[in-house]
């Protein structure tokens, strides 16, 4: 077999097969086997004579790769040594992630090894195939297999930019049960070069001939030479004539001036010569010295080397053995057959280096400092440098492996004083040991390293003996050590557990309490129907499956997985305790590192995050596409980190593209204290996205402008999200970036730019807005540093000053009251640290209207214009509002202020969408309603925003269910009848009530009032496909024509409240019946009335009943009411009345006797009069 290297692909190999089973004679193998799934895995046998080495730092844990540096014996002039790349791809897998993995480790490799041959081969599989001109293109690499290697297909390349020295590559037979064909690739043969006769010629420089040329030259008269040259050659020469002697270079019958000489002689003289003045002083100029040439103390060639080596003294104790093309230096010792030391010089000058037959590697210090030539040193310097080194005293190998091999001395044989059969001195030795070391009895850095990995792994295997082994461990692979552990653990383990079970016997015998079966199974069924929510029912269905699993062979399920990421992003530290405490079994922060970083992060705009954002919004549709563009700078950690993937060093300033770093950056080398972050919020919908982020050191407002419009840009263009409005703090740079747009402000003619025209959309427009949270903080701030702190600042305002002191001398006062006037102010809001400082939450209540309240009342004079803050009070309002109705306390002042805002912006932008959709519908829809019926109503539901429409009830069906008491089938006019007379039955039980029979308020007493924005908000959330009632106007009509109809809405609301009275129109009502089941056999048990009333009067019922009953009826009814209550059930019921029974007879033997009623069609036959006054 005359292959050195031989790569197998998918070969199967899991840990419990070992080595030897697969091992081939002569050959060392290397695995890289699957461990998670079946199949794969890859490996390559190498020659025991060829050098190799792993390069453990390109694998990634993510691909099947297996990078090798190979160094033969020989290679080609020029190649250092030869890098294998052997990959396998599955054809279920990416093909961009590997893409990018393997031009990375490509360009790792040509920086690294340079001159290097690259070979980079494998099974692609066809997709990746097709792809990878990537790195043909990109490396010179070339492809050189031209068959198919699995059908007709060509699944298994290579690429090379050794392809000159490679013959074309060979098909063999499949091995084994593989479908792929195997492929040979064999070296070009290297041709025998007769030697070629050189011909030397010399000049005869003797001393003599050297002398005679001397005289010759001093009898030549230049200037007649010089005058027949110019007769001869022409002009040009002629003028050489002006040039002293010893500036004109000559070589064979050619003649030009030296460079930088100035011609002197025979020059043009002036009519009238005048003196010639001194010159001036010439001024210094500072010069490199000029290097001394050293003399030369080496070897020219072959035959000077051999004259002089054999004289030298220092080669006393060496034997000098001289052959044609070489000559051998050897040291050696009397008991060993082998020299310790020889270094042989070839007649290239080139030296060889070995060490009791060991040879030194090509890397050594020896060969490289001196280029491994005696021409560079001479043989006495060389020896000295040889002998002040020590040699490696190798390893201590503790078990067989690859990395090490035997390095055996023989010694001389005495049949007199040794009975050994073969007496020797044997040394274990990595295999590239330096064997020669500069400190004496040192290890050399390759053996020192397996020692030290050595010592540690035994370390570990003596800690792993110290510890018993686990239970599902194979007693026949287990030391007897660990197993004596393990029995005396498991039998500490029964003892406590016998001991526990034995206290749990006593108690339970001791207080436990006896039940009927009956009750029992009630009690787990009741506990079986509780209402819990569809994801803590998951979750707990994956905790059980999760404690029955294997530690192995975890799989976690996807919403599981979104939990965790939430609960370690806002605690890592919490997450680990409670992962680590066993209570729920969670993945850990390696596995939701892999899930986090699925798009790797990176600055700028990425194309992966771009289109994550574009499947989250690709079903958004007309004022879901609003959106809000934020940008904000934070603080970061200034530090530099390098990342082992792309090989680029992070932490230096970025804005994301070249060509902006040159154009916006003084400069590119300035490690970045800031990151600029550009998010997007929806408008009418839950999106939170973060777009881009790049590291800056303070971003300027020249740099913030081209990253702002490349993300309008795509949101515009790429996502199809339409941009309204853009905010961020109220910095410098970011005001001064929207001063920059004053000639884009659509003529608004304000001394404030607040907005400007949408360059990618022009008929639109992009609002500006400061953060509302930020100017409070900033305003308390000021109003901090106004007379107290760093006194940075006085203000005043009509004639009075601003001072923080006014505000803590209210404190102080109010603190020394038993009743606080300002019971939410503490110390932390008037004394601020750097903490505190940022808190808007603090800035919002002392800058409120109760503090300017009791400054205006019970402050000094001085405080007047202090008091007048409490204009800054509306945030903190509106944030008081927005929280009641949010379970989140501390909901920004931001949101609820923005909510009006977009309210606001809604209103105007509303009307233009309306004639765009009507626009469209007189062009493209209403032609359709004659000829393609079916697709016009579907364009109509789009227009209207409805998924679907509920059909009608066809009276049909009816008529064959409902049973009208007839014996011949009853007519639709009779079913009409029956129904309404089982409807109307309770309204003949008691009397309707009277108009006058509930007062009504005086103006004065209802404050309840209803503003146009709280209207528009609620007739947006009406759902369009709900049935409209008797007037005709469906929801999806108003909805769709919320901004006109809300000001007159609310008009119409606010009337009716303050006289007490609905319109007539909104009190009439439509009564559907809906059938409970079929056949419906009786109307009064089978149908269900439903009262479909106007729309407009159920929005007028949710304000009445949100601002009076509810809290009427919450404040009245009966702590043993759980019918109409918000959070309770009849089990909640059932549950209490259980708990009541229990404690009542619990340990007295009394009984219980229930009676449970269930009132037929209770509410209607209630008398209405009893909810009178």
Not at 598 to 625: M, S
Not at 886 to 914: G, H, Q, W
Not at 993 to 1004: G, W
Request: with cysteine; hydrophobic share 35%.
């Amino acid at each position: 077999m005359q292959n050195l290297i031989l790569y197998v692909l998918q070969s199967w190999l899991k840990d419990h097969i070992d080595n030897n089973s697969v091992a081939i004679s002569g050959y060392n193998i290397f695995r890289r086997d699957r461990t998670e799934a079946e199949h794969g895995g890859i490996c390559f046998y190498v020659k025991e004579s060829v050098r190799f080495k792993i390069l453990d730092d390109m694998a990634d844990e993510n691909f099947e790769t297996i990078w090798t540096q190979l160094r033969p014996l020989r290679l080609p002039r020029g190649i250092t040594c030869i890098i294998v790349g052997l990959v396998y791809h599955s054809p279920n897998a990416a093909d961009g992630p590997i893409l990018d993995y393997l031009y990375n480790c490509l360009s790792i490799i040509e920086a690294r090894f340079l001159g290097c041959g690259t070979i980079l081969l494998g099974d692609f599989n066809e997709t990746l195939v097709k792809k990878s001109s990537r790195l043909s293109n990109g490396f010179k690499l070339k492809q050189l297999v031209n068959f198919p290697t699995r059908g007709t297909n060509m699944l298994d390349p290579v690429f090379t930019n050794l392809s000159d020295y490679y013959d074309s590559p060979i098909q063999r037979p499949s091995v084994g049960v593989s479908d792929h064909f195997s492929i040979e690739l064999q070296p070009l043969e290297r041709s025998q070069q007769p030697n070629a006769k050189i011909t030397v010629k010399f000049r005869d420089l003797r001393a003599s001939n050297r002398l005679a040329m001397r005289t010759y030259l001093e009898e030549v008269d230049v200037k007649t030479l010089l005058d027949s040259i110019i007769s001869s050659r022409g002009d040009w020469l002629g003028r050489s004539a002006n040039f002293k002697r010893g500036v004109v270079s000559s070589k064979m019958t050619k003649k030009r001036p030296k460079f930088g000489s100035l011609p002197t002689l025979n020059m043009p003289q002036k009519s009238h010569q005048k003196e010639k003045l001194a010159p001036r002083r010439l001024l210094s100029i500072v010069k490199d010295l000029p290097e001394t040439k050293r003399k030369n103390a080496c070897y020219s060639n072959f035959v000077e080397l051999c004259k002089r080596v054999h004289p030298l003294k220092t080669l006393s104790d060496w034997s000098v053995q001289e052959l044609n093309d070489r000559i051998l230096l050897r040291k050696i010792k009397n008991t060993f057959l082998l020299p310790e030391v020889e270094i042989m010089i070839d007649d290239s000058l080139g030296y060889t280096i070995s060490i009791f037959g060991w040879l030194i590697p090509e890397d050594h210090e020896l060969y490289s400092r001196y280029l491994r030539s005696v021409s560079n040193i001479t043989v006495s310097d060389l020896v000295k440098d040889v002998e002040s080194h020590s040699i490696c005293p190798g390893v201590i190998p503790h078990e067989l492996s690859n990395a090490v091999i035997p390095h055996i001395i023989p010694k001389s044989v005495d049949p007199l004083f040794d009975d050994s059969s073969f007496p020797h001195q044997q040394y274990w030795r990595m295999r590239g040991c330096e064997i020669l070391t500069e400190d004496e009895g040192q290890q050399c850095a390759g053996c020192y390293g397996y020692s030290h990995e050595s010592r540690l792994k035994e370390r570990a295997k003596q800690n792993k003996l110290a510890k018993p082994a686990h239970l599902n461990t194979p007693v026949s692979k287990t030391s007897p050590e660990r197993l004596k552990l393990t029995l005396q653990m498991q039998r500490l383990k029964c003892a406590t557990l016998e001991k526990k079970l034995q206290e749990m016997k006593l108690e339970i015998e001791k207080s436990s309490v006896e039940i009927d079966h009956e009750l029992s199974k009630d009690m787990t069924d009741i506990l079986g129907q509780a209402e819990i929510t569809p994801f803590m029912s998951l979750f707990w269905q994956q905790q059980k499956k999760l404690h029955n699993s294997t530690s192995t062979g975890v799989r976690y399920h996807p919403m599981i997985i979104r939990y965790c990421l939430s609960l370690a992003a806002k605690s890592p530290s919490c997450y680990e305790e409670i992962r680590k405490s066993g209570i729920l079994v969670l993945p850990s922060q390696r596995t939701l590192r892999d899930y986090r970083n699925f798009i790797r992060p990176k600055r700028g705009f990425h194309e992966n995050v771009i289109e994550e954002l574009k499947a989250l919004t690709d079903k958004y549709f007309d004022v879901q596409r609003y959106v809000v563009l934020l940008f904000d700078e934070m603080k970061i950690m200034s530090n530099l980190v390098f990342d082992k993937v792309t090989g680029e060093l992070i932490g230096y300033v970025d804005l994301g593209d070249p060509d902006v770093n040159f154009g916006a950056l003084e400069k590119l080398d300035e490690v970045a204290t800031h990151a600029l972050a550009f998010l997007i919020r929806g408008v009418c919908t839950e999106l939170k996205f973060c777009l881009a982020h790049f590291s800056t050191n303070g971003a300027t407002s020249a740099q913030i402008m081209p990253l702002f419009w490349e993300a309008v840009a795509i949101l515009e263009l790429t996502c199809n999200l339409w941009v309204i409005a853009s905010t961020s703090d109220g910095a410098t740079p970011n005001r001064r970036f929207y001063r920059m747009h004053k000639s884009l402000d659509g003529n608004a003619d304000k001394d404030v730019c607040y907005r400007t025209i949408n360059l990618f959309a022009p008929q639109r427009f992009i609002y500006f807005f400061s953060d509302a949270p930020h100017l409070v903080k900033t305003t308390r701030n000021c109003l901090y540093h106004s007379g107290s702190g760093t006194c940075t600042r006085y203000m005043w305002n009509d004639g009075h000053y601003l001072l923080w002191q006014h505000i803590t001398q209210i404190f102080y006062q109010d603190a020394e009251n038993g009743l606080k006037l300002l019971p939410r102010i503490t110390y932390e809001h008037v004394k601020l640290n750097s903490y505190s400082s940022m808190r808007v939450s603090l800035a919002a209540q002392v800058l409120s209207a109760s503090m300017a309240a009791v400054l205006r009342s019970f402050g000094p004079p001085g405080t007047a214009a202090s008091s007048k803050c409490s204009s800054i009070s509306s945030p903190s309002k509106i944030s008081k509002t927005a929280s009641k109705s949010s379970p989140n306390k501390n909901k920004s002042i931001m949101s609820a202020m923005f909510t009006f805002v977009v309210l606001d912006l809604s209103l105007t932008y509303a009307r233009e969408r309306k004639l765009c959709r009507a626009r469209f519908y007189e062009s493209t829809v209403e032609q359709l309603k004659e000829s393609k019926p079916a697709t016009w109503w579907r364009e109509v539901k789009k227009l209207s925003g409805m998924s679907s429409v509920s059909g009608c009830l066809d009276p049909a069906p009816l008529y064959q269910h409902i049973d009208c008491g007839q014996l011949t089938p009853p007519t639709l006019q009779d079913i009409a009848n029956t129904i309404n007379k089982a409807f109307l039955a309770p309204m003949n039980v008691f009397e309707p009530l009277a108009a006058d029979s509930f007062p009504r308020p005086i103006a004065k007493e209802c404050p309840l009032k209803v503003l146009e924005p709280s209207v528009f908000k609620k007739m947006l959330s009406l759902n369009p496909s709900k049935a409209m009632g008797p007037d005709g106007v469906p929801g999806w009509l108003l909805k769709e024509n919320a901004d006109l109809f809300a000001q007159p809405v609310a008009d119409i609301l606010n009337c009716s409240f303050q006289e007490a009275r609905l319109p007539s129109s909104w009190k009439d009502a439509d009564i559907a019946p809906v059938p409970k089941e079929k056949p419906i056999r009786d109307v009064n048990k089978h149908l269900r009335p439903i009262s479909l009333a106007p729309v407009l009067s159920k929005l007028a019922e949710d304000y009445v009943v949100e601002r009076y009953v509810k809290p009427a009826v919450l404040a009245r009814v009966d702590a043993n009411q759980f019918g109409t209550v918000p959070g309770s059930n009849t089990t909640i019921a059932f549950i209490s009345m259980l708990h009541s029974w229990l404690c009542d007879t619990d340990g007295n033997g009394a009984t219980v006797r229930a009676i449970l009623l269930d009132f037929r069609k209770a509410f209607d036959l209630i008398d209405h009069k009893v909810f009178g006054p």
